[in-house]
Nanobody, 121 residues
Framework: QLQLVESGGGLVQAGGSLRLSCAAS????????MGWYRQAPGPQRQLVATITSGGVTAYADSVKGRFTISRDIAKNTVYLQMNSLKPEDTDVYYC???????????????WGQGTQVTVSS
């Protein structure tokens, strides 16, 4: 059974740090891009950070210099180190992975269940 299991959310004071983890498990060929998104107001989730299988990263402007995304290819796991947290970072954070199942290299998006991050002022 394919699943993305997130951990590491919680309550922290402004200026503090949290580290989110997301591990993919199940039967698949490989993982292309992995990333973190936040729910935020509105119908679509907003990108926080992504990382390719080659280690190329991208960040939302609001988190540049504070958050760092990294990835352990062997463990099929992506991390988000969140430093200097602000109350406006409060949200549900979702992990996303683009999974590849065969030599066609078609990518299919899978989402984790979400983890709550709350930053108090």
């Amino acid at each position: 059974q394919l699943q993305l299991v997130e951990s590491g959310g919680g309550l922290v004071q402004a200026g503090g740090s949290l580290r989110l983890s997301c591990a993919a498990s199940g039967s698949f060929f490989s993982i292309n891009v992995m990333g973190w998104y936040r729910q935020a107001p509105g119908p679509q989730r907003q990108l926080v950070a992504t990382i390719t299988s080659g280690g190329v990263t991208a960040y939302a402007d609001s988190v540049k210099g504070r958050f760092t995304i990294s990835r352990d290819i062997a463990k099929n796991t992506v991390y988000l180190q969140m430093n200097s947290l602000k109350p406006e970072d409060t949200d549900v954070y979702y992990c996303k992975a683009d999974l590849i199942f065969d030599s066609t290299l078609m990518k299919y998006a899978y989402w984790g269940q979400g983890t709550q991050v709350t930053v108090s002022s």
